[in-house]
């Protein structure tokens, strides 16, 4: 069975430093992660995706097979990056497993 | 453009009421899901489905169930709603092939069970 482990529940930087989500996972299969944000008062969206490759809103993610991570980062943090970050693994049956979450504020 | 509609924003209920969340997408997708969203815990699936009237179990089916009769519509049902059901309730849907797995997510419903 999939799981995933973000073992930060809170995360507090201040705006303009580097900032690092962590998530951890355990998947027999191939992996195919995601990250999911959920600003205050809307909608959880998707962030990333692993395949994708891409940097959005300055945030990166690079899955390491070996760690079993996919750690999300920012080199310099805004305040607009406040939210709750979810990091997501697909199963076999494009069933969609979320970590707990970090809540992180970005303080000016 | 609202695409993944959830028919109540906020419920209160009693102990051992029966009740119907529910959830229309205009997407067609193939994929639907229930999630509960809970501080500290994440969200965590409750049941999805991969086509009409197929469903399957998530981490935590216990106390629920679901229906999806039509492609566009996936019913959560409490049969006897508890205290320990209280929770936020999402939705989301997904499409198979390209763009598969990318959820879209409803704006929640939030039940309160006294």
């Known amino acids: 069975a999939q799981r995933v482990t973000q073992p930060e529940k809170l995360l507090s930087v201040f705006k303009g430093a580097p900032v690092e989500l962590k998530c951890n996972y355990s998947?027999?299969?191939?992996?195919?992660l995601f990250w999911y944000v959920q600003y205050s008062r809307q909608r959880l969206q998707l962030l990333l995706r692993h395949i994708s490759r891409e940097s959005i809103k300055g945030f990166t993610a690079d899955l390491n097979k070996g760690e079993t991570s996919f750690h999300l980062k920012k080199p310099f943090a805004q305040e607009e990056d406040s939210a709750m970050y979810y990091c997501a693994l697909r199963g076999g049956n494009n069933d969609m497993r979320f970590g707990a979450g970090t809540r992180l504020t970005v303080k000016p | 453009d609202v695409k993944v509609t959830q028919s109540s924003r906020y419920l209160v209920k009693r102990t051992g009421e029966k009740v119907f969340l529910e959830c229309v997408q205009d997407?067609?997708?193939?994929?639907m899901f229930w999630y509960r969203q809970d501080p500290g815990l994440g969200l965590r699936l409750i049941y999805f489905s991969y086509d009409v009237k197929m469903k399957e179990k998530g981490d935590i089916p216990e106390g629920y169930s679901v229906s999806r009769e039509k492609k566009e519509r996936f019913s959560l049902i409490l049969e006897s709603a508890s205290t320990n059901q209280t929770s936020m309730y999402l939705c989301a849907s997904s499409p198979t092939g390209a763009g598969a797995n990318v959820l879209t997510f409803g704006a929640g419903s939030r039940l309160t069970v006294l």
């Open positions: 998947y027999s299969g191939s992996p195919e």
């Open positions: 997407m067609d997708h193939e994929n």
